[in-house]
């Protein structure tokens, strides 16, 4: 069973950061794809980032040049560093793991809130 543990939420003002952590626990961690998602009320949840792992990324167009997504494989945990940070970047945001047949794995989620 993989474990995804997030953390580094908040309360920012706008134009602040914020570094989300998540620790995922099993040992091949290194082989998949992880992402971060978001999501807010009555809403479906978004891909904000992701990285593979030859650590190749792409991003929701809406965080491009603010938004950094990063992997330590010695740590088995991926990172948001998020910056300059808007009042529409308040959502939960989800950690996944994408095993492709094996399955998708997703943390508990960490609250963001931006205020303006």
């Known amino acids: 069973q993989v474990q995804l543990v997030e953390s580094g939420g908040g309360l920012v003002q706008a134009g602040g950061s914020l570094r989300l952590s998540c620790a995922a626990s099993?040992?091949?961690?290194?082989?998949?794809?992880m992402g971060w998602y978001r999501q807010t009320p009555g809403k479906q949840r978004e891909l904000v980032a992701a990285?593979?792992?030859?650590?190749?990324?792409n991003y929701a167009d809406s965080v491009k040049g603010r938004f950094t997504i990063s992997r330590d494989n010695a740590k088995k945990t991926v990172y948001l560093q998020m910056n300059s940070l808007k009042p529409e970047d308040t959502a939960v945001y989800y950690c996944?793991?994408?095993?492709?047949?094996?399955?998708?794995?997703w943390g508990q989620g960490t609250q963001v809130t931006v205020s303006s």
């Open positions: 099993g040992s091949t961690f290194i082989v998949y794809t």
């Open positions: 996944n793991q994408n095993r492709g047949t094996l399955g998708t794995y």
């Open positions: 990285i593979t792992s030859g650590f190749s990324t």
